[in-house]
């Protein structure tokens, strides 16, 4: 067997074959598995920084469209309480001649029955003025016997100027 000493016990060939497993390995490693990871994690790296890239152009744009996009909403605005206010003013000018159409024709409707009552109601003077000459002709004449017809109208007038007016 051998010394005690650590420095007898080392074996040169288990460490040269050892250190060339570990070489072998890595070499096997780097090429099967970290050249791809590698490559895998550049590529990611890449479309990030295009996908950051892209993302800050399109914040970019946005900021330069945001002052038209509110100009052209104001402008919109502004166009749609234009053509309210147009609307409600037409709309009360429509009301307004409705309105006005209707009182025209109301008043012509009232002219119109104020002249129909004014005619029935003299034709019924006019009629009870006759009724009451008749009336009175025949009193007369079969109390006095004969009488003026002239004095009869004249009294029957001045009854019924008292009377209807």
Do not use: H, W
């Amino acid at each position: 067997m051998g010394s005690m000493n650590p420095l007898d016990q080392i074996q040169f060939p288990v460490i040269l074959a050892m250190m060339g497993i570990v070489a072998v390995t890595y070499f096997l490693l780097r090429r099967v598995f970290f050249s791809p990871y590698v490559a895998v994690i550049e590529e990611r790296e890449a479309r990030l920084e295009a996908a950051e890239s892209t993302i800050a152009e399109a914040e970019r744009i946005v900021a330069e469209a945001e002052p038209e996009a509110q100009r052209l909403v104001a402008e919109a605005r502004e166009k749609a309480d234009e053509l309210l206010r147009r609307t409600r003013e037409e709309d009360d000018a429509y009301r307004r001649q409705a309105v006005e159409a209707a009182m025209q024709e109301s008043s012509q409707t009232l002219e119109r029955g104020r002249a129909e009552v004014e005619s029935a109601r003299e034709a019924e003077v006019a009629s009870l003025r006759e009724q009451a000459i008749e009336c009175v002709t025949l009193a007369c004449d079969k109390l006095l016997g004969s009488c003026d017809p002239n004095a009869v109208a004249a009294a029957c007038d001045k009854l019924l100027a008292r009377r209807m007016y």
